[in-house]
């Protein structure tokens, strides 16, 4: 009897944090310099010189925890050496999530530039929705601790597999 209610709360626990996380919209964080118009269309933003690699990927889900289907996801940042590329499209790519709500990047590591902790900056759209547009973090980075746009909440949950990194985040979106 006692193991089944410390079974029941150890079920409950996971179920809880779940609903509350896709209940709170995804924090709003500037755009920054660096955004353009007219990304191209793509999941993968891999060139050949790569020296990381990392695999994004998540859901976008509305307030009540729906899948929200063909999202725009719009993904920018730095590059190996901080840099963004203002006169092309390296490191810039839009696409849309699946009919169950489920995107994947492919990208690099992104560098560190002066005032700023590593983060990727991103649009998110439901179809017909208001465009939320925030950043991501990195988990255990030195540059969190000082740079004051850093938030928590928008941190991705990375596991490093050798040279890759996978890193996961989803998104709640009005639709
Ligand atoms: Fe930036």
Redesign the pocket.
């Known amino acids: 009897m006692q193991r089944r209610q410390i079974l029941a709360a150890a079920l409950l626990i996971p179920l809880e944090g779940l609903a509350q996380t896709c209940g709170a919209p995804t924090p709003r964080q500037t755009e920054?310099p660096?955004f353009k118009t007219q990304s191209p269309m793509r999941a993968s933003l891999v060139e050949k010189s790569a020296k990381s690699k990392l695999v994004l990927t998540g859901v976008v889900l509305s307030p009540q925890c729906k899948p929200v289907a063909n999202a725009l996801l719009d993904f920018w940042?730095?590059d190996e050496e901080g840099d963004?590329d203002n006169r092309g499209f390296r490191y810039r790519g839009h696409q849309f999530s699946d009919a169950q709500g489920r995107y994947r990047l492919e990208t690099i590591v992104p560098a560190e530039?002066p005032g700023?902790a590593r983060?990727i900056?991103v649009k998110v759209q439901a179809p017909g929705g208001r465009v939320l547009t925030t950043?991501l973090y990195f988990p255990d980075e030195p540059g969190n601790r000082t740079d004051g746009s850093y938030r928590r909440e928008l941190t991705m949950q990375v596991v490093r597999k050798g040279a890759q990194r996978d890193a996961r985040v989803d998104f709640v979106v009005a639709a």
């Open positions: 920054g660096f940042h730095a963004y530039y700023r983060h900056h950043q």
